[in-house]
């Protein structure tokens, strides 16, 4: 695998690139997978994990491991075995589907979304032995035309057609509602099928420590926390957008892997034009769709770009200039963060489900979870502009 490629992701060229827990980890997956794959009743193996602890790395470690004996010629108790791994994510995709053209043990096909996998095991009545879900927060909870999915849970699909399902688990990452997972819904699963779980909990992209995830999982929970003084890490916060990102642009020229993210707080409409994020001074474009097989992050042209949660989640930059919009503001009362949804401009996330009750916490929690997975992209620094005049105050006053 490329260095190239390693940098914005996870980093699979090496065994030692693996933590001890890491490579515990992939040892007990293989374990599992081969003490269950004859059964006839499906068999679990969840993975939890927050941002940054490493959840996609050791998943495509050991499917990588698992391809490699799978298409091995010398006979083992894996060979010939018909895995997968797939991801509800277009920008991941592609990152797996070039890391095989790098790996002899791996085929781009090894990689699929979720639906037209479904659809086709469906079709041809086959089994997979084993499917690797990442990001399985993305699944889809319910029917969705537009990805042409009529079932009403891609998990339930999914472990119907595998003996061995692995899937990597974070709802603080859920994005939509028609995504949605509660931190307990994987419970009647886990109820219902042979399982194991196991907590990555060490972060492996935030270098600041303890100190710096603290702050970023308080502010996610509506709570300010004075600076932590971090020397490891640059945390940084503006009065205006301009300067911001001028040093991601310098970092970028330094360091490389700076850019510029938002939350979605900015009109934009897919092939209607060029659509603007305004921070102060600064007025830079949206991300454009993506054709091509490079992720958003590693093409030089993005750095005049705004990236948004769906192009940079699940990568890692060197460094994250956070513009937080105007459904981020600023309750002074109290001293707390507070989300407004009416200001949230993703109509896609807040497509009405009459089978979630009151849509009001839910639709605060997902633009939370989008702050969270923005803040915890930079691996040297993160810079954070608010557009609300009240939070910008009180952050420069921390």
């Not at 990442?134 to 849970?153: C, K, S």
């Not at 909990?201 to 003084?229: C, M, S, Y």
Request: cysteine-free; hydrophobic content about 40%; aromatic content about 10%.
């Amino acid at each position: 695998m490329s260095s190239t490629i390693s940098a914005a992701t996870f980093k699979l060229n090496e065994q030692a690139a693996l933590s001890p827990a890491q490579q515990s980890l992939e040892q007990q997956l293989l374990t599992f997978i081969r003490s269950h794959r004859h059964q006839d009743q499906s068999s679990l193996f969840v993975i939890h994990g927050d941002a940054g602890t490493g959840k996609s790395a050791v998943l495509a470690a050991a499917f990588g491991r698992l391809q490699a004996l799978s298409r091995s010629t010398t006979a083992n108790d894996l060979q010939a075995t018909e895995n997968y791994l797939v991801v509800n994510h277009n920008e991941m995709l592609k990152i797996y589907k070039r890391l095989a053209g790098d790996d002899p043990d791996l085929r781009k096909k090894d990689f699929q979304k979720p639906t037209p996998l479904i659809n086709r095991l469906t079709k041809t009545h086959q089994r997979a032995d084993v499917i690797f879900i990442d990001e399985a927060h993305l699944l889809l909870t319910q029917p969705d035309r537009y990805n042409r999915f009529d079932g009403h849970n891609q998990l339930t699909e999914l472990i119907q057609h595998a003996h061995v399902v692995v899937l990597v688990f974070d709802t603080r990452q859920v994005l939509k509602l028609k995504s949605y997972w509660h931190t307990n819904d994987l419970e009647p699963f886990l109820a219902h099928y042979p399982h194991a779980s196991y907590n990555l909990d060490e972060q492996f992209r935030v270098t600041g420590g303890p100190a710096v995830v603290n702050w970023i999982d308080h502010f996610t929970h509506g709570q300010l926390l004075e600076k932590p003084a971090t020397p490891d890490f640059d945390l940084r916060f503006f009065d205006d957008g301009q300067p911001m990102y001028d040093l991601i642009r310098q970092q970028d020229h330094r360091f490389g892997l700076a850019r510029m993210v938002a939350t979605a707080d900015f009109p934009y409409v897919v092939n209607h034009g060029t659509w603007y994020v305004t921070a102060g001074q600064l007025k830079l474009p949206w991300d454009k769709v993506n054709l091509t097989d490079d992720p958003w992050a590693l093409r030089p042209e993005t750095l005049n770009e705004v990236g948004s949660i769906y192009t940079i989640q699940g990568f890692d930059l060197n460094y994250a200039g956070v513009i937080l919009g105007p459904s981020v503001g600023y309750d002074a009362v109290h001293d707390r963060i507070i989300v407004r949804p009416e200001r949230y401009e993703d109509q896609e996330a807040f497509k009405q489900r009459a089978d979630l009750g009151d849509l009001e916490p839910l639709k605060q929690q997902i633009i939370f979870n989008s702050i969270n997975v923005l803040m915890k992209r930079g691996r040297y620094g993160l810079y954070i502009y608010a557009v609300d005049p009240a939070l910008r105050e009180r952050l420069l006053a921390l």
